[in-house]
């Protein structure tokens, strides 16, 4: 399954100056639990941001310009969806799309589910945003306290 996993501010944003703009533990937390032991897909400034892998998953970076100087274990550069696509058929388990904005855009007609933690701030400044109607095409399934005003909703897809 392919299913998408952001955090968001009250404004939907996501990002300011290349980075996650706050630290909850609670959601780190909730984020390494659920993706752990599968796929992670990011886009190239995401993986600038992050700056290694994350273990114990698959990682691939969407790029199409982006060289990797280094050889990791468990990361593959992919130029485009398709490419992604191919090998989240052959690779088993769940792929998270994690961001950034453009790589959530790209795969927005396949994700198929979306775990949205809601934190509880608007960030000022913020530079990065989700579309305000990402989830137009999803119905909500659930809710978890993550504590701390952090409420991550399940959303599937209609």
């Not at 032991?37 to 994350?54: A, F």
């Not at 998953?57 to 274990?73: A, M, P, V």
């Not at 790589?103 to 990065?128: M, Q, S, Y």
Request: proline share 4%; with cysteine; charged share 25%.
């Amino acid at each position: 399954m392919i299913i998408g996993i952001v955090a968001i501010d009250k404004i939907f944003a996501i990002g300011k100056d290349g980075k996650l703009p706050w630290h909850y533990p609670a959601d780190l937390k909730f984020f390494k639990q659920t993706t752990t032991g599968n796929t992670v897909v990011m886009g190239w400034n995401t993986w600038q941001s992050i700056g290694k892998p994350l273990p114990y998953r698959y990682n691939i970076i969407l790029s199409r310009k982006g060289k990797i100087h280094e050889t990791f274990e468990n990361v593959m550069l992919v130029p485009n969806k398709e490419a992604v696509l191919k090998l989240a058929n052959n690779i088993g388990g769940d792929v998270f799309i994690i961001g950034g904005s453009q790589t959530f855009v790209t795969f927005a007609d396949e994700i198929e589910k979306w775990l949205v933690t809601e934190v509880p701030i608007e960030v000022e400044g913020a530079d990065t945003f989700m579309p305000r109607d990402f989830l137009a095409c999803f119905e909500e399934r659930d809710t978890m306290d993550l504590g701390g005003g952090l409420r991550v909703k399940t959303f599937q897809r209609k």
